[in-house]
């Protein structure tokens, strides 16, 4: 699976931003997918993911509410909807895929990770 992310930008705190990730590879559909993010300075955390069949879906305690995560699958796309945002939203965000959802939080059980693409929230 190859995945490549798109969207990111520079923002004002309050906007909405929506990223993507375009999958490429005949097992994406059996792949729970999820989004992580890096700030400047700190380690990589978990965003949301979504099951294979987008039945289920988690979220970060501080994205819950204001961040919506869905797939299409004809499309073999994620997106990751993206609300209220505020400056410390600002980082560069990955989408990966992982064979396990109940591992779905946890970076090192992910196999495939897109380039990442950045989002700047400007106060």
């Known amino acids: 699976v190859q995945l490549q992310a798109s969207g990111g930008g520079l923002v004002q705190a309050g906007d909405s931003l929506k990223l993507s990730c375009v999958a490429s590879g005949r097992t994406y559909g059996r792949y729970s997918l999820g989004w992580f993010r890096q700030a400047p300075g700190k380690d990589r955390e978990f965003v949301a993911a979504?099951?294979?069949?987008?039945?289920?879906?988690e979220y970060s305690d501080s994205v819950r509410g204001r961040f919506t995560i869905s797939r299409d699958n004809p499309r073999n796309t994620v997106y990751l909807q993206m609300n209220n945002l505020r400056p410390e939203d600002t980082a560069v965000y990955y989408c990966?895929?992982?064979?396990?959802?109940?591992?779905?939080?946890?970076?090192?059980?992910?196999?495939?990770w897109g380039q990442g693409t950045l989002v700047t929230v400007s106060s």
């Open positions: 979504i099951w294979w069949d987008a039945a289920t879906t």
């Open positions: 990966g895929a992982v064979a396990v959802h109940g591992n779905a939080r946890r970076e090192s059980k992910y196999a495939y």
